[in-house]
């Protein structure tokens, strides 16, 4: 159950709309830094006003609002029991990791070369073939980011193939994290708002992103 984090003996967890907002884009902002922090260290931190401070660079009274914020908005919560992030090679935890994220079970990850690292519910063939097409749309959408985010004004940054009514039948979800870029493709209904992407994110965090403060 979510907590208020100014109880006494709580911890700062990310939710799993946190840690998708932390990685679904390039641009560096202070929410989105706060987040990429957290996601980086193995354990969740106990909460107290000095880490507030410290992981905003505020005073007590402006990081405790921003923690507020970050609250309200649903990125952050309070946990009565300290999280870890998942001890195992990535390899092996991967495709209990992807397969819940859709309806149908059927999720690759890729990654920027081309190439997946993980993959539930397709063969490896398919999966290969996904993992390079997420790589073509990936330099699509940089290549016309100013327009869809400039001039269009479109806040969203993932691609899909659509049916006759509008609903994705495959959908590509860039993640960046440190210097490398992610997708997941996701067949049929994403099902992102439970633990596991919170988990899945925060492994690669760990892994990828290795900037230090």
């Known amino acids: 159950m979510s907590e208020y984090l100014l109880q006494e003996d709580l911890f700062l967890g990310v939710t799993p709309a946190g840690a998708y907002y932390a990685v679904q884009d390039k641009s560096s902002e202070p929410a989105r830094a706060f987040l990429q922090?957290?996601?980086r260290?193995?354990?969740t931190p106990s909460f107290s006003l000095d880490v507030a401070c410290e992981f905003t660079g505020h005073d007590q009274a402006n990081a405790l609002e921003f923690v507020h914020w970050l609250q309200d908005a649903g990125l952050i919560f309070g946990l009565?029991?300290?999280e870890e992030a998942l001890q195992e090679r990535l390899e092996d935890i991967l495709p209990g990791l992807l397969a819940p994220l859709s309806d149908v079970g059927k999720v690759v990850l890729s990654e920027s070369q081309g190439l997946?690292?993980?993959v539930a519910g397709y063969p490896h063939e398919a999966a290969e073939e996904l993992a390079a097409m997420s790589t073509e749309l990936t330099y699509a959408y940089n290549r016309h980011r100013s327009l869809l985010h400039g001039n269009l004004r479109l806040k969203e940054r993932a691609w899909g193939l659509i049916d006759g009514v509008g609903n994705s039948e495959i959908g590509f979800w860039p993640m960046y994290i440190g210097d490398e870029t992610f997708t997941l493709i996701i067949e049929g209904?994403?099902?992102l708002n439970q633990p596991v992407?919170?988990?899945l994110i925060w492994a690669l965090s760990i892994r990828y992103d290795s900037h230090q403060f």
């Open 41 to 43: 260290l193995p354990e």
């Open 197 to 199: 992407l919170k988990q």
């Open 189 to 191: 209904m994403p099902q």
């Open 116 to 118: 997946y690292l993980g």
């Open 80 to 82: 009565e029991r300290q």
């Open 37 to 39: 922090r957290l996601m």
